[in-house]
C-alpha cells in the first residue's frame, strides 16, 4: 500500500490518550493487560458516555494528530517491554482509515490488538484486528441502531480468511436495554454475548459509587439468570470503575 502524504492512511490520528499498562476493564478480556491508544470523535452522542471528552469538545485543546510511528514510539516509552496487547478505543476509531497503518506497525512488533466499537462504520483493516469488540447502542443511550450496518460488519468479519475474536457487548441500564440486547442475540446466535453494567454517574461520583455499581451488577446477573434465551450470554462490571472510579487514563 502506498504511504504517500495524500494516502489515507498516512494521514496523523487524532489520539487524546496514551496510557497504560492497565488492565482490560471490560468484556472477553477483562482482566487483561493493556496499553490503550483513545482516538478523538465520534459518530454517535450517548446520553451516559463516559468518554464524551472525546467529541464534546471540552478536551479539544488535548487531541494530538500524531503519526502511526509516533504513537508505537510514545507506547513503548510508556510501557517499556511490559505489554504485548494494544487496545484502541475512542471515540469511534472506525472513523480512521488511517488507523490501518497503527495495525501494520503494532503487528511487525508482535503486539496484539484490541478495539472497541458501537459497530456503525467500517474500515478494511477491522479483519486485521486480533479482538473486535462490537458494542451496539441500547435505548437508554438515545442512539438508532443502523441494523444493516451491523449486519454488513458482523458479516464481513465472520466471512474473512484468518483468526480474531469477535464479541458483542451492550450496555444495560433498564429492561428496555435488556429486551433490545435480546434481539441482538437473536440476530447474531453465534457471536459471543456480553452484557456490561451501565454507570450511570459519568460526571460526578457519589460516595457510594462502588457499592451502586455492585447492586446494578447484582440486578444484571439475577436478570441474567431468568433469561432462557441468554444461556450463553455473560454479565460483566467495568472492572476498572470498580477499582478507579471515573478516573482517566486508567
Ligand atoms: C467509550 S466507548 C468507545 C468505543 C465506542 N465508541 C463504543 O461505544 O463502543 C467504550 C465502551 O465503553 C462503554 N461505555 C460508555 N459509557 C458507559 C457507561 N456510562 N457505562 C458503561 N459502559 C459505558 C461503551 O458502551 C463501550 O463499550
Ligand atoms: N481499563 C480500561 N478498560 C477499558 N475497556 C474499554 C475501555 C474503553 O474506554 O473503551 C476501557 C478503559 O477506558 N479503561
Ligand atoms: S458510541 Fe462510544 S464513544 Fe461514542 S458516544 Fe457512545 S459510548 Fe461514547
Ligand atoms: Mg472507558
Redesign the pocket.
Known sequence: MSESSNHPSARPIPVLEVFGPTIQG?GMAIGRKTMFVRTAG?D?R?S????KFTWDGSAKDEIRMLSADEIVTELLEIGGDSFDHVTI????PLLLPQIALLTQRLHEKGIRIAV???GSRWQDWLVRIDEV?L?P?PPSSGMETDFEALDTIVSRLQAAPGRREVCI?I?IFDEDDLTYARGVHRRYPDVPFIL?????Q?AHESDDHVASLLNRYEWLIGRLSELSDLKDARALP?LHTLVWGNKRGV
Open positions: 471490560e465520534c454517535y450517548c451516559w458516555c463516559d468518554s478505543s475512542g471515540g469511534n472497541e466499537t458501537q469488540t458494542s447502542k457487548k450496555v456490561q453494567t451501565g454507570n450511570p459519568v467495568q
